[in-house]
């Protein structure tokens, strides 16, 4: 079946893209949440500007994330944990707790968009890197105190 994109869908293609799927996909998943309309002639006629709107939405999504992103930038979080005489941690501070500690202070990030190691086991500073997209990154400071 012949489908017009209407959202950008992970390994199928992007908005305003005609692409042909299984009848049943296009039936059970894509035309019913709305991310696809159906290749009739009309719709073909339509597709400068479903791709315009497309592109709008993606512009101001863009934007939207660069502003999240600038102020993210240069964020400092403290964690507290116990540790040994060593400076090894008794655990570890993972994307989870950096997560929940930016959600805290007011960022809406998943803990799958902070990069690198996400285990930190020692005590110490550390710089995270926070990816909206592959062009937009974040870099945030991580201080790792030993718990008094």
Do not use: C, W
Request: proline share 1%.
């Amino acid at each position: 079946m012949k489908i017009i994109l209407l959202e950008n869908v992970d390994k199928l293609g992007k908005a305003g893209d005609v692409v042909n799927v299984a009848n049943g996909f296009a039936r059970n998943y894509l035309l019913p949440r709305k991310y696809a309309i159906p290749a009739s002639a009309n719709n073909l006629k339509r597709l400068d500007s479903i791709k315009e709107e497309a592109d709008k939405k993606a512009e101001e999504a863009t934007a939207k994330l660069k502003q999240i992103a600038s102020t993210l930038e240069g964020v400092e979080l403290t964690f507290s944990r116990r540790a040994d005489e060593e400076g090894n941690l008794f655990g570890s501070v993972s994307n989870v707790d950096i997560q929940k500690e930016l959600e805290a202070k007011g960022f809406d990030v998943h803990k799958s968009m902070i990069k690198g190691d996400v285990h930190h086991k020692a005590l110490g500073e550390y710089e995270v890197e926070v990816a909206f997209t592959s062009e937009i990154v974040s870099k945030i400071k991580i201080i790792v105190s030993k718990e008094e």
